[in-house]
């Protein structure tokens, strides 16, 4: 969105990512004050009683929450670092908030609102398939096993509202995975899983770092030098 607007160069298209790096930052502050309040809801929901006052007030739970959010930062997801983890943080720090909100009792238009954010959360990395495809999973079944009870979490409305935001996720997923799967060969939600695992459990040499060498149980014919 920044490279359409924007239109950077080769000069100063670096300083525009970490620009980039900048407003994501903001948005993980919002999106986990959001979380918090989501979180604070469930809580008074869950203990409407007066008397057992909570260990923290809303106002120092967020202060807790924003001082680990602040340590994320510096520890590992460094604003001068261009890569996608901080998005993927964003998403899924606005998909829990939206799942509280559903446990709290919130609108039906939380459940879409799930989808759509996992969805984004995928196309943002890979890794946010599987806990993504579980969850919905656990929703749909939750509302299947649930007593049919009155009020604003029944089992129509449940079920319902897992479909929708599973199709609203498909929606975002399903051109990505079809067009990766059509470029692999087979069928994958993406390539960066096989990577890791040989990199880090088969102990494979980065191959982007090393076109020779110790390889693990992999074997490699590269199609270009190291140089190129």
Not at 6 to 26: C, D, G, K, M
Request: charge should be positive; hydrophobic fraction near 50%.
């Amino acid at each position: 969105v920044v490279q359409t607007i924007a239109h950077p160069s080769r000069w100063n298209e670096l300083q525009t990512f970490y620009w980039v790096n900048f407003w994501i930052f903001l948005a993980c502050i919002f999106a986990c004050i959001f979380f918090v309040r989501s979180l604070a809801l469930v809580r008074d929901r869950l203990i409407p009683d007066a008397a057992s006052a909570p260990a923290l007030s809303l106002p120092a739970l967020q202060l807790a929450a924003l001082a680990l959010l602040l340590c994320s930062f510096e520890r590992e997801l460094n604003l001068g670092a261009v890569r996608s983890d901080a998005l993927l943080l964003f998403f899924l720090l606005l998909a829990a908030g939206v799942l509280l909100r559903l446990q709290s009792g919130g609108r039906f238009f939380f459940y879409p609102l799930l989808g759509l954010t996992l969805g984004l959360a995928y196309l943002t990395k890979s890794f946010a398939f599987l806990p993504s495809g579980f969850l919905l999973a656990a929703i749909f079944v939750y509302g299947l096993t649930r007593k049919n009870i009155s009020g604003p979490a029944t089992r129509k409305r449940i079920v319902t509202g897992a479909v929708l935001a599973s199709l609203m996720f498909s929606a975002l997923a399903a051109p990505y995975i079809v067009a990766i799967s059509t470029q692999r060969g087979r069928p994958t939600t993406g390539e960066s899983a096989r990577l890791n695992y040989a990199f880090f459990v088969d102990q494979t040499e980065r191959w982007h770092e090393a076109h020779s060498g110790k390889l693990g149980h992999a074997t490699a014919n590269f199609k270009h030098p190291e140089q190129l």
